[in-house]
């Protein structure tokens, strides 16, 4: 199967991490830990992860930062209790639960 997509980690510095040209010339999603997912074999992907000093990772390396991410998150979300407080308080004051994500190939 050949590959779809290519991965790094970036740290976003905000305005100007991602133009709209680049949102207009590739898709870019990012998922916690600061890996982006963007086209592989595109140029102009290529290009913006050098302009962001992107480190490029294997599918396996991004998959370990974004599970270890989310461990973190959903271990931070299960110990963050009020005394009484029902299940949909929590979720109404913390929101659901960080979801498992597994990043596509």
């Known amino acids: 199967m050949a590959k779809t997509y290519q991965y790094c980690v970036?740290?976003?510095?905000g305005k100007g991490f991602i133009t709209h040209e680049d949102s207009r010339a590739f898709s870019i999603a990012g998922f916690p830990g600061n890996v982006w997912r963007v086209p592989a074999f595109?140029?102009?992907?290529?290009?913006?992860?050098?302009?962001v000093l992107g480190t490029p990772k294997t599918k396996d390396e991004a998959q370990t930062i974004v599970s270890a991410e989310i461990?973190?998150?959903?271990?931070?979300?299960?110990?963050?209790n009020v005394e009484?407080?029902?299940?949909?308080?929590?979720?109404?004051?913390?929101g659901e639960r960080p979801?498992?994500?597994t990043l596509a190939e």
Do not use: V
């Open 10 to 13: 970036a740290e976003n510095w």
């Open 42 to 51: 595109t140029p102009k992907a290529n290009l913006w992860i050098n302009k």
């Open 71 to 80: 461990s973190t998150q959903q271990t931070n979300w299960d110990n963050d």
């Open 84 to 94: 009484g407080e029902t299940a949909e308080q929590k979720n109404d004051r913390l």
């Open 99 to 101: 979801a498992d994500i």
